[in-house]
């Protein structure tokens, strides 16, 4: 077969096409930092890094659910807490109120007006928020558990206890785990305020007193119990956190393994391509005859 000049040519541009073209897509990948830039570049490694992506999304959705978990416990946490501090107090005043050598009746008056603003405290607890969410409500979290309404017989309707107050709030953390994160204290907050409308009615001779004061130990007894569980729950939701993090970093791992490049490798291409690019243009130069222009120069 006759070689002629214009095949000469022609396989020669092709060929620095083909050059040009490897040391564009190694610079475009210098530049991004990935091994593909587009799908047609490698459609395996494309739909490997959207499942890898995937994950990691679905992981940092998880986490987000994990701080509303964690903000939930908290709020109820440090509710209870007040709950506690609360009977505490009233303690310290029914034992004082129980003293019949000491009190006077006008004494206790102003004791059982100090236990009424505990009441009320009480009740402002019951209807602890977190945003728009009345956390101690059940499923009713758009209901407040103290209702300050008043119903047909005149009087406030007080701590709501039906089962909508009592259902479990749960948010998913996992692939098939949901955490509960609302606390059952409806009986609770309504058992603790009806302690205190008892204390409200004895009389001034002191005579109740004492029997109240072994029912606060009964309510303190059932806070404590309350916060334990609330701290068992978030000790699991911490260990939940751990996986995640766990689970976050092996996707980004092995989204980098699939996608990232080399810059080592890729610059050590880059430098061996320009060199055969170089040799290709010096030995085309030779190749290609000279024209009659060169002559007349």
Request: hydrophobic fraction near 35%; avoid cysteine.
């Amino acid at each position: 077969m006759r070689v002629t000049q214009s095949m000469l040519s022609n396989n020669m541009l092709r060929n620095l096409s083909t050059s040009y073209n490897k040391m564009g897509k190694l610079q475009e990948q210098l530049s991004s930092g990935k091994k593909v830039n587009r799908p047609s570049d490698d459609p395996v490694v494309v739909m490997k890094g959207m499942g890898y992506r995937m994950q990691v999304d679905k992981v940092a959705t998880y986490q987000k659910n994990l701080g509303e978990v964690n903000n939930w416990l908290d709020s109820s946490d440090d509710a209870l807490d007040g709950v506690g501090q609360v009977l505490h107090r009233a303690k310290e005043l029914v034992t004082n109120a129980a003293n019949t050598g000491a009190m006077t009746p006008e004494d206790r008056e102003k004791i059982k007006i100090e236990l009424k603003q505990l009441q009320e405290q009480i009740q402002d607890l019951a209807n602890t928020k977190v945003g728009d969410k009345y956390i101690f409500s059940g499923t009713m979290t758009d209901k407040p558990l103290y209702n300050k309404a008043i119903n047909a017989s005149g009087d406030v309707i007080g701590i709501e206890t039906g089962p909508s107050f009592k259902n479990r709030v749960e948010i998913e953390v996992f692939d098939g785990v949901s955490l509960k994160v609302n606390t059952d204290a409806a009986e609770m907050f309504k058992n603790i305020d009806d302690l205190f409308k008892e204390i409200e009615n004895i009389g001034v001779d002191g005579n109740g007193f004492s029997d109240a004061l072994s029912k606060i130990d009964i309510h303190m007894d059932a806070v404590l119990t309350a916060r334990a569980d609330i701290g068992a729950r978030s000790n699991r939701a911490e260990l939940m956190n751990n996986r995640l993090e766990m689970q976050e970093g092996a996707a980004k791992k092995q989204q980098s393994e699939n996608e990232d490049i080399d810059y080592e490798k890729v610059i050590t291409e880059m430098l061996t391509h320009e060199s055969i690019h170089r040799a290709a243009l010096s030995v085309g130069a030779r190749i290609i005859q000279p024209s009659l222009v060169d002559f007349l120069r």
